[in-house]
């Protein structure tokens, strides 16, 4: 009789363990479901917008100067554009704008470079591209590109910029070593006299260096001073050899 009574005992406890187990999975499996409807329901809400409504919602963040959110929508709408449809240039071209705006150089060089592929605003393209690989520490190809680009679109309002813009390289590129040998020069106050010829030949390898760049400074703007100045006093040192 004792033996019965602890089989039953048993026996309700296993199946007080089993009810509890099937409670606790069916309160998962509704937990699974739930959370399952608003994944499927989200999804369904992203998908149902058109490119043509992403490139709207682009466009409208944009001219509110959301220069993000345009960018995400109207890079939303070329994921889903249809391969048979025409892709619109002046997004692609709205795209590398706000690339641009939020000082992404990576993308506004890839959106511009596509803008230009597309033959809309090609110009003006070509120069935010120049701009890009300048920011992006790409200066041979941005020197490249708008040497180029300065002889492609020899009519347009741009070329001005382009050539401010290699002016400005220019520049930059000739004053590293003429700094260098004015230094050079100036050390010779406080050198053996022994020393003279040797830090002489010194600075004028680097008024050498220089000189192309300067040259290269009013072939874009003949009467820039700066550049006037440089060739002026880098001519009158090396013709004391």
């Known amino acids: 009789m004792v033996l019965f009574y602890e089989n039953l005992l048993f026996l309700q406890f296993n199946i007080l363990v089993l009810i509890e187990i099937k409670m606790k999975s069916m309160k998962f499996l509704t937990m699974m479901s739930f959370l399952m409807f608003t ?17 709207n919602e682009g466009n409208d963040a944009l001219r509110g100067s959301d220069f993000k959110k345009a960018l995400e ?114 050390s010779a106050a406080n050198a053996d006299p022994s020393q003279y010829a040797e830090i002489t030949s010194k600075a ?10 300067f040259e290269k400074v009013l072939e874009m703007d003949a009467a820039n001073e700066d550049a006037l100045a440089a060739l002026k006093a880098i001519n009158e040192k090396l013709a004391e050899k």
């Open 204 to 213: 004028n390898e680097a008024y050498e260096e220089a000189k192309p760049w």
């Open 73 to 186: 929508l109207f890079e939303s709408a070329i994921a889903v554009w249809p391969a048979e449809e025409e892709m619109d240039a002046a997004m692609i071209f709205n795209t590398a704008t706000c690339a641009r705006r939020v000082s992404d150089d990576k993308k506004a060089l890839k959106y511009y470079t596509q803008s230009q592929e597309l033959g809309y605003k090609s110009d003006m393209a070509a120069y935010y591209r120049a701009s890009a690989l300048k920011d992006l520490e790409r200066e041979t190809e941005m020197e490249e590109l708008l040497l180029k680009s300065i002889q492609e679109f020899s009519t347009s309002n741009t070329v001005g910029h382009m050539k401010k813009m290699l002016v400005t390289y220019y520049l930059k590129q000739g004053s590293e070593p003429y700094n260098r040998a004015s230094q050079t020069l100036a």
């Open 39 to 55: 994944v499927l329901t989200t999804g369904i809400a992203q998908e149902g917008k058109s490119y043509v409504e992403l490139k």
